[in-house]
T-cell receptor, first 115, second 112 residues
Framework: DTAVSQTPKYLVTQMGNDKSIKCEQN?????MYWYKQDSKKFLKIMFS???????INETVPNRFSPKSPDKAHLNLHINSLELGDSAVYFC??????????????FGEGSWLTVV | DQQVKQNSPSLSVQEGRISILNCDYT??????FLWYKKYPAEGPTFLIS?????DKNEDGRFTVFLNKSAKHLSLHIVPSQPGDSAVYFC???????????FGTGTQLKVEL
């Protein structure tokens, strides 16, 4: 069983389209994330949700809208796709960190190519 | 502003020898450091971590060293095995939070 699963794994779409990437975790974690790895290999956090509430939003354009219907799911919707949105998007999850940083588990990534 | 830096994009080591991967950071507020390993077409997987109250943490073939005064950490793999060939990401966090700041990764190739 895949602990953090995201779909689709590969997505090629035209500029201006709207697309969604879905993510689900079966680890019983209460915190979920979206990370983006760009062409320069920088892996940067975009959003973090804890128990369906947004807790981290890292200056991401508002064309990106995360939605968490429950604590096991965090979907990423992107409006009006641009060429620069081409990247690998990783979903991840963990337990809430308090005095320590808990291990973050990543999905396999979704390769988005905007043409 | 890249707060976590891995200045070597690639490293090649012979099987059985030691692999040393380096990482530097600039934010003195970071107090927890992690190494993640990533194979092609897969997500990063957690390897080993260290708290800033320690200077060494060991787990089997993997040891992480932390030099706080130099803001430097390193991952030692000994002996290196072909299955260790992957991209290794250094990451840091502060205050027990789960926001990780990643380096750009080092591609390790272990040759027979």
């Amino acid at each position: 069983d895949t602990a953090v699963s995201q779909t689709p794994k590969y997505l090629v779409t035209q500029m201006g389209n709207d697309k969604s990437i879905k993510c689900e975790q079966n680890l019983g974690h209460d915190t979920m994330y979206w990370y983006k790895q760009d062409s320069k290999k920088f892996l940067k956090i975009m959003f973090s949700y804890n128990n369906k509430e947004l807790i981290i939003n890292e200056t991401v354009p508002n064309r990106f809208s995360p939605k968490s219907p429950d604590k096991a799911h965090l979907n990423l919707h992107i409006n009006s796709l641009e060429l620069g949105d081409s990247a690998v998007y990783f979903c991840a999850s963990s337990l809430t960190g308090t005095s320590i940083t808990n291990t973050i588990y990543f999905g396999e990534g979704s390769w988005l190519t905007v043409v | 502003d890249q707060q976590v830096k891995q200045n070597s994009p690639s490293l090649s080591v012979q099987e059985g020898r030691i692999s040393i991967l380096n990482c530097d950071y600039t934010n003195s507020m970071f107090d927890y450091f992690l190494w993640y390993k990533k194979y092609p077409a897969e997500g990063p997987t957690f390897l080993i971590s260290i708290s800033s109250i320690k200077d060494k943490n060991e787990d089997g073939r993997f040891t992480v060293f932390l030099n706080k005064s130099a803001k430097h950490l390193s991952l030692h793999i000994v002996p290196s095995q072909p299955g260790d060939s992957a991209v290794y990401f250094c990451a840091a966090s502060r205050g027990g939070g789960n926001k990780l700041t990643f380096g750009t990764g080092t591609q390790l190739k272990v040759e027979l």
